[in-house]
């Protein structure tokens, strides 16, 4: 067993040589030397018996040089420098010194490059090393990851050949699988614990790998992988290593237009090496859940710092498969091309197109007429996601420099099922309309057509009507959808012909095949749910407006009004606005059948 503390050497010379503590032209000062070895530009004085003793090295060096050239030799890229040279010579020489998580990776490497092996001497300095390694080290996850981080700064042909590299990596992934089932009992027994301690029970080592480089680090988290260690724990640990790695880079970055016509530094190409490598780390069993704000956050740094385009396409697809759960503020990513919107609308456009293709998928997985049901998850995701691109329009509309053909482009994407009610979609073309003042009409026309006014609520068709920023044509038809619903409503037909128009043309034509016939089936389903959520909101305010005309009736019953004129006053209020622009578009009953009917 090494001892963590000292380690001499067996065998001591003659006279014991003094060490002074710099490092000048004489090691000794008792004894005069016989050879001159030096080292990164250091001179040793020695002595050739306990090196040629101990070393193959400078044994084979002494025996090549000739005449005077043998009391003078240099030591080429000597791995560790002069410091680490200098323990070596103490151990040939006899000399008390320790051992430490910091050296011993210098020693090792020394020991190989001097040929300090068995075959000179027992217990020799690789020999002593190795037992250190092997007792000491490799059985602590702490001492592993000390003793490969040290090894960054040596040469990487020694310590590949040496193999120390692999052995902490292998010792620190074994280590993590040892504390994992530690603390799996741990948890257990912190069951009625707090959160806190079940955390730190669970991976207490993450934050020791974060002093790796990213070269070390990647081969311990593959050989973690390779060995079972929990992907929670592997995440965590990437996400604690990004932290403290790429730290550094602010917001201003992002708004600088200068910087995009200016090379990357050393720091930002280092930066994006390790973006990519954290990147392709990510577990990719279904189980594990990664954190969208951490998904978010490397994919800006993807943008920034200029990562390949299969890290980007990742990190999208990544956050694709969750796009339900995103809020707004995650969308919100700036844009690094100057001239161009404030916003980065290309990224959010290629989400959706990766959401959709997985609804899709889903949607082809389930295929059976059970899957459907009215609760579809498929669906509700589809709807959670229009809301929040609704709420993503309406927040980058009145950015001056967004062009109506990006705009349009992330209307469009989304089917017309993703929407119940068209309100929010309403109300971000109206901000755009406000903050792009010198749209032709065609283009106005263009972008008002694909609002549906039958998905839109009475509030917001109250303040169409009355919207002097829509075409004409527009507001004619939210008038007419208006009176329309009132009409329907008080007949007591509130959409039966729609959904009886519906069912009759959801009947399977014998021509088709049952793959097409059940497709259309399931068309004509989420044509039938989305009709009944609407209904679902034209029946609340139906409902407030019968209140409504309840109450009036009963004001009005004392001067001798009839229900037909009541009626008639509700009809009114709801074709007749008040405001600013309101006379504009007010039409008689005989104008808007005209207009409607051309």
């Known amino acids: 067993m090494v001892s963590e503390t000292s380690l001499s050497s067996s065998k001591r010379s003659p006279a014991t040589p003094k060490f002074c503590n710099s490092f000048t032209t004489r090691i000794f000062a008792d004894v005069a030397g016989d050879i001159t070895i030096v080292v990164d530009g250091e001179s040793f004085l020695l002595h050739k018996f306990p ?17 005077s ?19 070596a010579m103490k151990f040939c020489y006899g000399m008390n010194f320790e051992i430490t998580t910091f050296n011993v990776a210098r020693l090792l490497c020394a020991a190989e490059y001097l040929e300090m092996t068995e075959e000179y001497r027992e217990q020799n300095l690789i020999s002593r090393a190795e037992i250190y390694l092997n007792e000491i080290v490799f059985q602590s996850l702490q001492k592993s990851v000390e003793v490969l981080s040290t090894c960054e700064m040596l040469p990487p042909d020694i310590v590949d050949e040496i193999e120390i590299s692999n052995g902490c990596v292998e010792a620190i992934a074994m280590n993590a699988c040892k504390e994992q089932l530690v603390s799996g009992l741990s948890k257990l027994d912190c069951d009625g614990e707090s959160r806190e301690l079940k955390e730190d029970c669970v991976a207490w080592w993450v934050e020791d790998l974060s002093v790796l480089s990213i070269d070390y680090f990647q081969r311990v988290i ?25 730290k550094g880079i602010g917001k201003c970055q992002f708004w600088n237009p200068s910087r995009t016509n200016s090379s990357p530094t050393s720091v930002e190409k280092d930066q994006k090496i390790i973006v990519e490598t954290l990147v392709s780390l990510m577990p990719t069993d279904k189980s594990s859940s990664i954190p969208l704000t951490f998904l978010f956050g490397m994919l800006k740094m993807a943008i920034m710092l200029g990562a390949i385009i299969p890290c980007r396409l990742e990190l999208e697809r990544r956050i694709a498969l969750r796009l339900e759960m995103v809020s707004l503020d995650d969308l919100l990513i700036p844009s690094l091309q100057s001239g161009d919107s404030l916003f980065d609308v290309d990224t959010v456009h290629r989400l959706l197109v990766n959401f959709l293709q997985r609804v899709e998928e889903e949607e082809t997985e389930d295929y059976g007429y059970e899957s459907d049901g009215f609760c579809s998850s498929g669906h509700g995701s589809l709807l959670k996601v229009g809301q929040l691109i609704d709420a993503y329009l309406a927040e980058i509309a009145p950015d001056p420099y967004l062009s109506l053909q990006k705009f349009i482009a992330l209307i469009e994407i989304l089917p017309d099922y993703a929407r119940v009610i068209d309100d929010g979609f309403y109300r971000a073309v109206d901000i755009y309309l406000k903050a792009h003042p010198a749209l032709t009409e065609q283009e106005c026309k263009k972008l008002c057509k694909l609002i549906d006014c039958q998905k839109l609520s009475q509030e917001a068709s109250n303040h169409a009507a009355q919207n002097d920023r829509l075409p004409l044509q527009m ?18 037909s509130l959409g039966d012909g729609l959904l009886s128009q519906r069912i009759s043309s959801g009947v399977p034509s014998a021509a088709m095949s049952p793959r097409d016939n059940y497709a259309s089936l399931r068309r004509e389903n989420r044509e039938l ?16 407006e019968q209140m409504f005309m309840k109450q009036g009736m009963i004001d009005k019953a004392g001067n001798g009004r009839t229900f037909l004129t009541s009626l008639s006053k509700g009809i009114g209020r709801i074709a007749i606005f008040s405001g600013q622009g309101g006379g504009k578009h007010q039409k008689s009953a005989a104008e808007l059948r005209s207009n409607t009917t051309q």
């Not at 090196?51 to 005449?67: D, F, N, P, Y």
């Not at 989305?530 to 407030?544: D, F, G, N, W």
Request: hydrophobic share 45%.
């Open 69 to 87: 050239n043998v009391s003078n030799l240099e030591l080429l890229n000597f791995p560790g420098g002069h410091q680490t040279f200098e323990l």
């Open 475 to 492: 507001v004619v038809q939210v008038l007419y959808f208006e009176q329309l619903r009132l009409k329907n409503a008080m007949s007591g």
């Open 51 to 67: 090196l040629v003793t101990l070393s193959g090295k400078i044994r084979k060096m002494v025996a090549e040089a000739k005449g």
């Open 529 to 544: 749910k989305l009709e009944i959520s609407r209904m679902r909101v034209r029946l609340s305010e139906l409902e407030k």
């Open 222 to 246: 593959c050989a973690m992988g390779r060995m079972g260690v929990r992907s929670d724990s592997i995440i965590a640990s990437l996400m604690h290593y990004a932290q403290s790695s790429l």
